[in-house]
């Protein structure tokens, strides 16, 4: 069994942890532009949208290559620096 999760990216993952960072990395507008099913267009929650993707196969697996394809481009960009580069201030102070 290990053996056949070994290269699974989704393994450990659940839907709900999967369905809550792509909401917080899209929202459920963009997530339901992606994948067109009403648990993300129409009154969108967590909690109808597993009720629903823990029925219906097809719609659970549009959701998890959304969460890979997501995932993995941003792990993939390179991390910009976002520290600021400051100077040192060396001009002359009285002491």
Same mark, same amino acid.
């Given at each position: 069994?290990?053996?056949?999760?070994?290269?699974?990216?989704?393994?450990?993952?659940?839907?709900?942890?999967? #369905?809550?960072?792509?909401?917080?990395? #899209?929202?459920?507008?963009?997530?339901?532009?992606?994948?067109?099913?009403?648990?993300?267009?129409?009154? %969108?929650?967590?909690?109808?949208?597993?009720?629903?993707?823990? !029925?219906?196969?097809?719609?659970?697996?549009?959701?998890?290559?959304?969460?890979?394809?997501?995932?993995? !481009?941003?792990?993939?960009?390179?991390?910009?620096?976002?520290?600021?580069?400051?100077? %040192?201030?060396?001009?002359?102070? %009285?002491?």
């Amino acid at each position: 069994m290990a053996a056949q999760q070994k290269n699974n990216p989704l393994h450990g993952l659940t839907l709900q942890n999967i #369905l809550e960072t792509l909401e917080s990395e #899209l929202g459920f507008e963009k997530m339901g532009q992606h994948v067109k099913i009403n648990c993300f267009t129409s009154d %969108p929650s967590i909690k109808s949208s597993l009720k629903f993707l823990r !029925k219906t196969p097809w719609a659970r697996e549009k959701v998890e290559q959304l969460y890979l394809s997501t995932v993995h !481009k941003q792990a993939k960009e390179p991390k910009a620096d976002t520290s600021e580069f400051v100077w %040192p201030d060396i001009s002359n102070k %009285p002491e």
